[in-house]
C-alpha cells in the first residue's frame, strides 16, 4: 500500500472519529471486511461503491442499533427522536453523528420542560442541537469544548415567523448554529468585545452559513424566556449559558444564568 493511500485512511479515520466518534471504528472494520476481495472483484468503480454502501449501512445499524444499549453502560442515554414529545431535534444530522446524548438526569429534566412548554404554548416544540457522544467522558465533541461529559445540551431559541406573524418552530439557521440574536443598542456587545481581544473563531460561522434566512423570523422572546425560567427550576441543570445582552433583555435573574462567551449563538 502506497504512502498516499495511507495518508488517506488515517485522515478518513480521523475526521469520521472527530465528527461522530464510532465513524472511525466502522470505516476500519469495512476496511477489514472487504481486505480479503480486493483482488476478487475487477471493477474499481463497482466495489468502490459497494465499500461505500456497506460503510454506510453498517454505521448506521451501529448508530441507531449498536450503540444506544452500550451507551447505556457509560450513563448516557439518546435524547428522543420521533418518540410523541415535545421535545426534537433541530437537524436529523444530529442524530446520525450520535451527538444527542446525555445524562438521564438531563434527559428527564429537557423532556419535563418540553412538556410543560407544550402546555403553555400549543404547538411548541424545543429543538435541541449538539448534546455529548455516546461514549467515554473528556472525549470532546468538536467544535464545544465543554461537551464532553454528557450533561451539555444547546437548545434553539424560539421564533416567530415574520411574514405569518405565528409562533414557529423553526430556526434561521439550518443548522441552529451561525445565525445570532444580536445585541440591540444600548445592550452588552459580547461579540464585539471577543473581535477586540482577538478571539475571531468565535464568530467565524456567521460567514459561512448562509444569513438571507434572517430575515424570514423574528426573535420570540416571550417562549424563550419562557423556556429560560422553567429550565432554571430543573434541579439537574446546574448552569445556564446565555449572551449577557438577552440575559439583560429577557430580566433572568438566577445564579444559573452563567455568562457565555460565544456571540449571539444558539444556546
Known amino acids: 500500500m502506497n504512502k498516499v493511500r495511507i495518508i488517506v485512511r488515517i485522515l478518513i479515520f480521523c475526521v469520521l472519529t472527530v465528527i461522530s466518534q464510532i465513524g472511525g471504528l466502522v470505516y476500519l472494520l469495512t476496511l477489514y471486511i472487504f481486505k480479503s476481495l480486493d483482488k476478487k472483484i475487477k471493477g474499481k468503480v463497482a466495489f468502490t461503491l459497494l465499500k461505500l454502501t456497506s460503510f454506510v449501512v453498517l454505521y448506521l445499524i451501529s448508530t ?6 452500550i451507551a447505556a453502560l457509560f450513563g448516557r442515554v439518546p435524547l428522543p427522536v420521533f418518540s410523541a414529545t415535545h421535545l426534537k431535534p433541530l437537524n436529523k444530522i444530529t442524530l446520525v453523528l450520535n451527538r444527542n446524548y446525555v445524562k438521564p438526569e438531563l434527559r428527564r429534566a429537557i423532556l419535563n420542560v418540553s412538556d410543560e412548554m407544550g402546555k403553555k404554548y400549543s404547538g411548541s416544540e424545543v429543538r435541541y442541537l449538539d448534546a455529548c457522544f455516546p461514549f467515554i467522558d473528556q472525549f470532546p465533541l468538536m467544535p464545544h469544548l465543554s461537551h464532553s461529559d454528557g450533561k451539555k445540551l444547546d437548545l434553539a431559541f424560539f421564533y416567530i415567523n415574520s411574514h405569518s406573524g405565528k ?27 471577543c473581535k477586540s481581544k482577538g478571539y475571531l473563531q468565535y464568530s467565524f460561522l456567521k460567514y459561512i452559513i448562509p444569513q438571507n434566512s434572517k430575515s424570514d423570523f423574528k426573535f420570540d422572546a416571550e417562549r424563550t424566556k419562557s423556556l429560560l425560567e422553567l429550565l432554571i427550576k430543573e434541579e439537574h441543570v446546574s448552569k445556564i449559558f446565555i449572551e ?24
Open 244 to 267: 449577557p445582552h438577552l440575559k439583560q433583555r429577557l430580566n433572568l435573574q438566577s445564579e444559573k444564568n452563567q455568562v457565555s462567551w460565544l456571540p449571539g449563538g444558539e444556546t
Open 167 to 193: 409562533e414557529s418552530n423553526e430556526s434561521p439557521s439550518f443548522i441552529g448554529y451561525g445565525i445570532c440574536e444580536e445585541p440591540q443598542q444600548g445592550e452588552v456587545n459580547t461579540a464585539d468585545f
Open 64 to 69: 441507531f442499533v449498536i450503540v444506544p444499549p
